[in-house]
């Protein structure tokens, strides 16, 4: 039987924030069988996926990904959500016998129901202060030198 708590969610959640800090997500977890993973706003442009609308959103068959240009974000993001908990995904179902057996349904999108999806610019790096180097010249030195030889 599919299975999946709030605490396993949340893990999964954590994870793509970590892998994907670029990228905001809807995580959450349904009837505690299934994990919907929506991707929101980001800098890449899903449009070349297979019945794209960017006012609603569009499922991603976990199956089988899409061919399209970000094809390896997708794939990561799916790898992330099959592993990113304590509970690994397995599916050992046979739809020819009516046999479902797997640890967890996923149910990946791009866009949401109301707002669709947003393509955003890449956050610009974090600039680092400058530190200015202290020069010390020959004849400072020699002083420095002399003022600690005398005091001891």
């Known amino acids: 039987m599919a299975y999946i708590n709030a605490q396993q969610v949340k893990q999964i ?3 793509l924030k970590k892998e994907f800090p670029e990228i905001k997500f809807s995580v959450r977890g349904e ?17 070349d996926i297979p019945h794209y609308r960017p006012d609603y959103y569009t499922n991603v068959n976990h199956f089988h990904v899409p061919d399209c240009k970000h094809r390896k974000i997708l794939e990561k ?16 179902s046979d739809s020819m ?8 349904y996923i149910h990946l999108y791009v866009g949401d129901y109301a707002k669709g999806y947003e393509v955003i ?5 974090k600039k680092k202060k400058k530190t200015t180097k202290r020069v010390i010249k020959n004849n400072q030195v020699k002083k420095i030198t002399e003022d600690f030889i005398s005091s001891i």
């Open 97 to 104: 016998t009516d046999y479902f057996y797997t640890a967890f």
């Open 121 to 125: 610019d890449f956050p610009k790096p």
């Open 31 to 47: 009837n505690r069988s299934s994990v919907y993973v929506g991707i929101l706003k980001s800098p890449y442009d899903f449009s």
């Open 77 to 92: 993001i799916l790898k992330i959500i099959r592993t990113g908990s304590d509970r690994i995904w397995f599916d050992k």
């Open 13 to 15: 959640r954590e994870s």
